[in-house]
């Protein structure tokens, strides 16, 4: 697993929390959601929306967490092969999100 790029996030990203996160957005667990939920054509984050909010509960509700892990979200599914292929998708069920990123496998993509 390689390190959080914190980019514009270094306010937060070297946080207790972060910490937890992107070692959250690793577990096999997390990362078949991520695929799964991909795999659907819907944002990569949806399909772990409850299981964000059971493990952190309020502390991943505050804008600038959400919007971190958004970026650690990019930077997991890029790291499994897969590329952006929309901003902005609107999100389902609004738990946390109401809008996110979608992925695709570059051969999938159209």
Known sequence: MKDFDAGSFSDV?????????????????????LET???LKRPAIEGLQPHLLAEFGDEIKADRVKQ????MVKQVMES?????EQIDVSIRRKDLYKTAARYAKPEEQQ
């Open 68 to 71: 971190m892990t958004g970026r």
């Open 37 to 39: 939920t991909t795999y």
């Open 80 to 84: 499994l092969g897969y590329r952006l």
């Open 13 to 33: 990203a070297h946080t207790p929390l972060a910490s937890a996160l992107w070692q959250f957005l690793h577990r096999d667990t997390s990362i078949a959601c």
